[in-house]
């Protein structure tokens, strides 16, 4: 599955969803929006940006919506009249209600792709540092094993491995 499968599939299936809960929230006397100006921007794309932007890294508004305006304009194309600081959606919707449409997508994707082998994924590593490079010529635990590398996280050239951890659709480390 490629990203923009990925990204068109939650979106179809948070428009559903929004439409479903929308209907549960009007029975019940509810709205989902209760003041404020009609937003530019679909809440299903609002909340397809949030939920694919946090599977890739993204963690600002900013940062976020600049990632789908540069590569996913195609998809998009109402993200370019939205200034980064009116990003729509977050405090609107925020809350119950999106913590359900989250619980639903994954749960509908989940049994959607249940026993398909995992096609996106992140790898990410991390250092195991044995010893430092001042004692590595006398370090001998691993001796045949372990190799020197450059540690980012204290900025120290270390004798040690690297651990990967690869983590697949829906957020399962393997």
Known sequence: MSLTEFLTEVFCLLGVMLLDLKGQLRENGEALRSRGPSPTVADSVVLTCELAGEFLGYDTDKG????????????????????????????????????????????????????????????????IPICRLMRASH??????????????????????????????WPGAAW
Request: glycine share 8%; with cysteine; proline share 9%.
């Open 64 to 127: 976020l919506l600049q990632y789908f305006r540069r590569h996913h304009q195609d998809l998009f194309p109402k993200l370019d009249e939205v200034p980064w600081r009116l990003l729509p959606g977050r405090p609107p919707i925020c809350g119950r209600p999106e913590h359900m449409l989250r619980r639903r997508l994954l749960r509908r994707l989940w049994k959607r792709h249940r026993g398909v082998a995992p096609q996106i994924g992140i790898t990410d590593s991390f250092p």
């Open 139 to 168: 370090c001998q635990l691993f001796e045949a094993e372990a190799t020197f590398g450059h540690n980012e996280t204290n900025d120290q050239t270390t004798c040690g491995f690297r651990g990967h951890v690869e983590v697949a």
